[in-house]
Structure formats: structure tokens, C-alpha cells
């Protein structure tokens, strides 16, 4: 079957930091861009940053730019998003999914997780 | 990084066609046949509908279809149903690995 499968959610204090992970199964990891999209309590989507096969071309949106780090270790099928300097902002469900199109990244995520929760409060 | 325009509520009766629009610009929407729509009930995680302006993946059904011109791309809904109720989201690729969400819209079937 295939899967997607977030962790490492929690609660945080703002300026604190948490790392996520994803852990795929049931297709070729290696072979697909993968994206992490988070969506605040009541809100929509909003993608958060896209990771090539080979992590050569590595984005993000300009709300996480300099404190969020993605990673892939495609040994390992899985993908990661450290997160630094958290703000309350930054509380949302956050999601990773896989490209449909092995050849980049389309903005067309056949494949999503669960999510895992983050909440940054004091 | 402005999201994508979409009305915030759509409805119809069952059996009824609804249709959401999805404005971008040149550096998003209109420049790129890499439009994608979603559909997301209540509590769940999104779902692929339509992608790449009018492509349906496996499982989707007909009555789902896609459409773009210039700069605002269009999700229809033909034949609504009562499981079609959900919050609806257009996606667009904007250059350079990045993408662009809509704002959303709520589907409701009346």
C-alpha cells in the first residue's frame, strides 16, 4: 500500500525548535520531489517547501525561509522538516505528500499523509 | 506568495452543476498548464482530483472536470452529490519548484 506517514509533531514554546518526520512506503521514494503543505486551525493550505530526488533544488515558502530546514534520506524512504525560531503562526497540521510526476515538481500531490500537529504556545 | 483567488462558497442542488473559479497570475496560473484541484472533507487529508489543467487521476469520477483560460483555471462539478460536499482547493505550480495554493472554497449541496 502506498503510504505517507508523519511524526514529531508537538507542543512548543515560540523561538523553540521540532523536526518532523515522514516516513514512506509502498513506491520508489527515490524516484519523486516531495513537499511539505501545512494548514492553520480553520485555514487552507499553504505550501511550506519542496525537495528534489537528489535534494539538489530545495525551496521554501517566504513565511519559513531561514528558520525551516527539509531533507530527504532516500535510504531510509523518508523526509524530513526541521523547524527553528518557531512562532505562533507556524501552528497548523503539516502535511507531506509526493508529486505525481517523477520528472520534478508539478504542484499535483497524488499521495498525502495524515499530518502531525504543531502547536506553538506558551 | 499571494494565494490564488477562489470564491469562498459555492452551492447546488443534487443533480446540479456547480463551478469554482481560481485566478492567479502570469507567474502562476497562467503561465504554466500545471494547475491541480483538491478536494478535502471535513477532518481528512486532501485528495487529488484534477491535475495538470484537466487530468483526472484513477478513481475519480467523470462528473469532476477542469478548464483553464489565461490566468483563472475552473474545477465543474457536473451531476452534484451529496458526498461531493467538502472544501475545495486549486494548486498551481509557480516556477522554480515552487507552488501556489487558492484560498479555498466550500462546497455545499443543498
Known amino acids: 500500500e502506498v503510504q505517507l506517514v508523519e511524526s514529531g509533531g508537538g507542543l512548543v514554546k515560540p523561538g523553540g525548535s521540532l523536526r518532523l518526520s515522514c516516513a514512506a512506503s509502498g513506491f520508489t521514494f527515490s524516484s519523486y520531489s516531495m513537499t511539505w503543505v501545512r494548514q492553520a486551525p480553520g485555514k487552507g493550505l499553504e505550501w511550506v517547501s519542496t525537495?528534489?530526488?537528489?535534494?539538489?533544488?530545495?525551496y521554501y515558502a517566504d513565511s519559513v525561509k531561514g528558520r525551516f530546514t527539509i531533507s530527504r534520506d532516500n535510504a531510509k524512504n523518508s523526509l524530513y522538516l526541521q523547524m527553528n525560531s518557531l512562532r505562533g503562526e507556524d501552528t497548523a497540521l503539516y502535511y507531506c505528500?509526493?508529486?505525481?510526476?517523477?520528472?520534478?515538481?508539478?504542484?499535483?500531490?497524488?499521495?498525502w499523509g495524515q499530518g502531525t500537529v504543531v502547536t506553538v504556545s506558551s | 506568495q499571494s494565494a490564488l483567488t477562489q470564491p469562498r462558497s459555492v452551492s447546488g442542488s443534487p443533480g446540479q452543476s456547480v463551478t469554482i473559479s481560481c485566478t492567479g497570475t502570469s507567474g502562476d496560473v497562467g503561465g504554466y498548464d500545471y494547475v491541480s484541484w483538491y478536494q478535502q472533507p471535513p477532518g481528512k487529508a486532501p485528495k487529488l482530483i484534477i491535475y495538470?489543467?484537466?487530468q483526472r487521476p484513477s478513481g475519480v469520477p467523470h462528473r469532476f472536470s477542469g478548464s483553464k483560460s489565461g490566468k483563472t483555471a475552473s474545477l465543474t462539478i457536473s451531476g452534484l452529490q451529496a458526498e461531493d460536499e467538502a472544501d475545495y482547493y486549486c494548486c498551481s505550480y509557480a516556477g522554480s519548484y515552487t507552488v501556489i495554493f487558492g484560498g479555498g472554497t466550500k462546497v455545499t449541496v443543498l
Open positions: 495538470n489543467v484537466s
Open positions: 525537495i528534489s530526488v537528489t535534494s539538489i533544488y530545495i
Open positions: 505528500a509526493k508529486d505525481i510526476d517523477p520528472s520534478g515538481t508539478t504542484g499535483a500531490f497524488d499521495i
